[in-house]
């Protein structure tokens, strides 16, 4: 075999076909002692690369291939030429990031050789194989001129430049030529193979993904376009054929791979570098803004508060983590000044320091939240610090970030998108030839939420074949190709977006270390590698996710501080206020009325609050906690619920439990609690008990379990007098409710936020919902939050021209509240024309809003038949009016308005239709509305009654919002729905026998439907679920 190869796994996007660990695992098994990664453009592959490497035992070398703008201006017009280049040590694998971020800066480019001469200190770089220079120029049959670009780049770069021979067969005589012209103009050679894929079968997936990527049929992909013929991993005997040609080149690839020696810097923490005065340490500015806090939340510096901020001052600076504190404090006092929402998650609410700083709300005391639980200095890695932000204004805060810290040490962090079956059967299809509406029909009949998962391509694993049933229903050819060349793209990646919410801080400029690109969305600077990759390089995670709920409340907030400004400084003011004791969110929470706010509008949720009478933010944030899958199959919730009131008596395995576990009733409910009792009733340090909790979460029976095991039932019994077996039975507990307990600091902050969404709620319903539908709901569709929104006394209304925002806007015309759906939901209405009615009104009739607006006939018409012109003439009268006008030469409107006549109004179904087509939805009326007197006949119940129902007969009416067919293991189909009226939803399951006999329509038309049946429950699902006997559709 050849002392070295260079090889491109699936981060070449759309080029490579193979992982990195698949790459690694088959040159160990050919014995390969060193492998190169260079992929074409991106580094992305690097960090899990040189992990798969690890795993082989074998030595990795990380390198980059580019597209280089032509040498000469007389270079003929063809694929551009690559270069290959190596790091040789830090600094070239520096050069190498920043190289691949030109690249990718403003779209993928070509670069420069200027540009790469810029940028080579330790670096080797390789002309030669399919896309070399002077190969693209014999190819074309101009020797002369390829002699003399390989003598440009032997002078540009001296001493750092090999011609590179690969092997590949039917490049034999071209590689012959190539390498007499090496010897003319003394450029050294190497033989270096390059590898697409790993083997001839693996050819068509191959040129499958580079016609994906270049947007062409598989039939008129070539070469230019990154397709290569037989470049699989080489035989050992055309190797040393190669070699006995060329005794040199295999010398000198020996020499080329002894001078890459540039190892991933793994197991370093790298914390990002903070302004600060002169001569101040990050620990001195973190501790005296600490303090600072500390005097203002608690007014006296007690010695327990003073030991409990020393403990975390000392272990946060022990660790380096001050600079990331300081950041966040930063950013938050930033946004609390601009007067942007946010809210800490996650266990960053454990720590005091966190909440003397004003990153976090819980107060980590009351709540008896232990810092180890956010930072433990016996983990190897530190945690994020997580907080949500006003999505609206999330950008605000980032872009502030790249400003305050640096544009060239700021990047958020990647994601990488993977092929899932739509995406990949559709872009397959495509590429073999099927037409976009063909290739977009084929893929709509697949699932959206497959995930092969990371470095998995699927179907290589022992997935379910995800592709089976159609490849049943289109058994040809064609189709089957589609699904088989699908099937291995399943997990590949396509491309890289923006995370969520992830952003890092290098502490130099981020291209030392990590390659960035611009993402093609919002054009920000992201990093080239994902979360799990900058963590091993040690770069720590800030999170800032953008939450639609936190929006909700600022617009309410900021409806409020419109009219209340002498009694608050700024509209986040009015949420700060909030107080944690009111009865008229207590009324609203405990009787669960809480459609729309955050996290606790379910109907699992809704019913949990009412079952534990919540009526503060401690009894939401037990709520959370509780409705949850494991505590739900568990049976904790319902052991908690009957303790709570009082059904059952509180028992303790032994009264040491008693404090840790009073307030949940004798059973463990939070992740927080068993730190507890390990440290309290057995001694295990706090860091220990953090260990403790992190292997029973991923119920790890190791070795290091078995000692703490050990040291728990030893300390019990030292500390307080605990029998072995009753040690044991503890130890039992705690891991049996380990795996899904929730953390307490995690459902405080998320509690807080609950509490303040239902505050806003119960003392401003109209403003709060009104809130929901602008930012497009929550849980539910619209449906559910304008029937809400009727249920509450305010009616909602269609968009209207002289009262509706662009979104959705509640006026007081009568005093009275009055909900308008915004401008922005009617179809075909153009931005132009909404600023123009808003600005331009009120207007008083049909021809003063066309004279004043213009807007298209088009949208006049759907303003009209929607309703947007209540008050101004009835339906039918105003499009007599507006009639088929034209515009004359020299008439400013479009229109020739005729007069006004008296119409009778349209009847409700014709104005719910016309909503339903212009606007998405019958405001007017819920589907169901038309149907009254059927729904009266049959006595259906509402959704929320027949949740509340179990095991009894009900009939239920709604439309469907969702559905899906499953078989079941006998091979039968069924079918799964979801049923939404004026309460809320509710899932149906369609068992074979009755899916049988159900008519296609059900699944088809967006009508209501009378499901007969029983409800069930099920451990294995959340809710109750009506076992459907009999569904039909309403009005038959």
């Not at 510096?301 to 983590?321: S, V």
Request: with cysteine.
């Amino acid at each position: 075999m050849p002392p070295l190869i260079c090889v491109h796994s699936y981060y070449s996007l759309l080029e490579g076909v193979h992982s990195p660990d698949e790459l690694a695992a088959r040159a160990a098994a050919q014995g390969l002692p060193v492998l190169a990664l260079t992929d074409h453009n991106m580094l992305t592959g690097a960090v899990e690369f040189a992990l798969a490497c690890r795993k082989a035992g074998i030595r990795p070398i990380f390198g980059l291939e580019v597209d280089v703008h032509s040498l000469s201006e007389s270079h003929p017009n063809g694929p551009l030429p690559r270069l290959t280049l190596l790091a040789e040590n830090e600094e070239g694998w520096s050069n190498l990031c920043r190289l691949s971020s030109l690249v990718n800066m403003d779209a993928e480019r070509p670069l420069t050789t200027n540009e790469i001469n810029l940028h080579c200190a330790g670096l080797i770089l390789l002309t030669g194989g399919s896309r070399g220079i002077a190969n693209l120029l014999l190819r074309q049959g101009q020797p002369g001129f390829a002699r003399r670009m390989l003598a440009e780049l032997l002078r540009r770069f001296p001493n750092r430049l090999f011609g590179r021979l690969t092997g590949n067969g039917p490049l034999q005589a071209e590689e012959q030529l190539f390498a007499d012209l090496a010897g003319q103009v003394n450029l050294p050679l190497v033989q270096v193979p390059e590898v697409f894929y790993l083997a001839k079968e693996d050819e068509n997936l191959h040129r499958t993904v580079c016609a994906i990527r270049t947007n062409l049929p598989v039939q008129k992909v070539a070469a230019s376009h990154g397709y290569t013929q037989f470049v699989t991993f080489p035989q050992s005997a055309s190797s040393e054929v190669l070699a006995s040609r060329f005794p040199q080149a295999a010398q000198n690839a020996d020499i080329v791979a002894s001078r890459c020696t540039f190892e991933m810097p793994f197991g370093v923490v790298r914390f990002p570098q903070v302004p600060l005065p002169t001569g101040q340490t990050p620990s001195q500015a973190l501790r005296e803004k600490a303090y600072n806090g500390a005097r203002k939340l608690y007014k006296v510096i007690t010695p327990a508060l003073e030991e409990r901020l020393e403990h975390e001052l000392t272990t946060i600076a022990g660790l380096g983590y001050d600079p990331i504190f300081l950041i966040m404090e930063e950013l938050l006092t930033y946004a609390r000044k601009q007067g942007i929402l946010f809210s800490s998650r996650g266990s960053a609410a454990s720590s005091l320091v966190a909440h003397c700083l004003g990153i976090s709300s819980p107060d980590p005391l009351r709540l008896s939240l232990y810092f180890e639980r956010f930072l433990n200095p016996a983990r190897s890695s530190p945690p994020d610090i997580d907080t949500d932000i006003d999505s609206r204004r999330r950008d605000e805060i980032i872009q502030h970030c790249f400003k305050t810290y640096g544009e060239e040490e700021v990047a958020m962090v990647a994601t990488i998108n993977r092929f899932r079956p739509r995406s990949a059967a559709g872009d397959v299809a495509k590429a073999l030839g099927f037409s976009p509406a063909e290739s977009r029909k084929l893929s709509h009949e697949l699932p959206n939420s497959f995930f092969a998962g990371r470095g998995a391509a699927g179907g290589r694993s022992g997935e379910k074949d995800i592709f089976a049933e159609l490849a049943q229903r289109y058994p040809d050819g064609i189709h089957q190709e589609v699904f088989a060349q699908s099937r291995r793209l399943l997990g590949i990646p396509r491309h890289l977006s923006v995370h969520p919410g992830g952003m890092v801080i290098s502490p130099g400029k981020m291209t030392d270390l990590v390659p960035v690109m611009r993402s093609g969305g919002k054009g920000v600077l992201i990093s080239q590698f994902d979360l799990e990759s900058l963590a091993y390089l040690g770069l720590v995670k800030i999170d800032l996710l953008g939450i639609r709920g936190l929006t909700v409340m600022a617009d309410v907030a900021a409806a409020i501080y419109s009219w209340s400004k002498a009694d608050y400084a700024r509209p986040t003011q009015v949420l700060e206020k909030i107080p944690r004791a009111d009865p008229s969110t207590s009324e609203i929470v405990s009787a669960g009325k809480t459609i729309g706010c955050f996290q606790i509008e379910s109907p699992g949720m809704r019913s949990t609050l009412k079952l534990i009478h919540a009526t503060d933010p401690d009894d939401v944030m037990a709520a959370l906690a509780l409705y949850r899958p494991g505590p739900l199959r568990g049976g904790l919730r319902d052991a908690f619920i009957r303790r709570h009131n009082k059904e059952e008596p509180v028992s303790q395995l032994h009264p040491s439990l008693t404090t840790i576990l009073e307030d949940t009733y004798g059973v463990i409910l939070y992740q927080e609690q068993v730190l507890r009792i390990a440290h309290e009733i057995a001694g295990l340090s706090l860091a220990e008990s953090d260990l403790l909790r992190r292997a029973m979460s991923h119920f790890d029976p190791g070795k290091q379990m078995q000692n703490l095991k050990d040291k728990f039932v030893r300390g019990a019994g030292d500390r307080q007098q605990i029998t072995p077996d009753l040690a044991e039975n503890i130890w039992d507990m705690m891991a049996a409710f380990a795996g899904y307990g929730f953390p307490k600091a995690h459902a405080a902050s998320y509690a807080q936020v609950a509490w303040n969404s239902a505050w806003c709620k119960a003392h401003y319903p109209a403003e709060f919902l009104s809130a929901v539908l602008a930012n497009w709901g929550g849980y539910y569709s619209q449906r559910v939050y304008l029937m809400e929104a009727r249920r509450l006394g305010f009616p909602p209304r269609p968009p209207h021209i002289n009262f509706s925002g662009r979104e959705c806007t509640v006026v007081y015309p009568g005093g009275s509240a009055m909900l308008y759906l915004g401008l922005d939901q009617v179809r075909d209405l153009t931005n132009r024309t909404i600023q123009r009615i808003i600005r331009q009104r009120p207007f008083h009739s049909l021809e003063d809003f066309l004279l004043r607006v213009d807007p298209r006939p088009a949208e006049a018409q759907n303003l009209i038949r929607c309703g947007a012109l209540a008050g101004l003439g009835s339906i039918p009268g105003l499009l007599h009016q507006l009639g088929a006008g034209t515009r004359k030469p020299g008439q400013p409107s479009l229109f020739e308005v005729e007069s006004a006549i008296d119409e009778p109004d349209w009847a409700l179904a014709e104005r719910v239709a016309a909503q339903q087509e212009i606007l998405g939805i019958g405001v007017d009326a819920h589907p169901l509305d038309l149907y009254a007197a059927q729904l009266r006949r049959v006595q259906a119940i509402s959704t929320v009654e027949a949740l509340e129902t179990s095991g009894k007969r009900v009939t239920v009416a709604g439309v469907r919002q969702s559905h899906r067919r499953s078989k079941t293991s006998s091979g039968e189909w069924m079918a799964f729905l979801t049923l939404e009226d004026f309460d809320g939803m509710l899932d149906v399951v369609l068992f074979p026998a009755v899916f049988r006999f159900t008519r296609k329509e059900i699944f088809t038309e967006n009508r209501p439907i009378l499901v007969e049946g029983v409800m069930e429950t099920n451990l294995e699902r959340e809710d109750p679920f009506l076992r459907a006997e009999r569904v039909h559709l309403l009005g038959e």
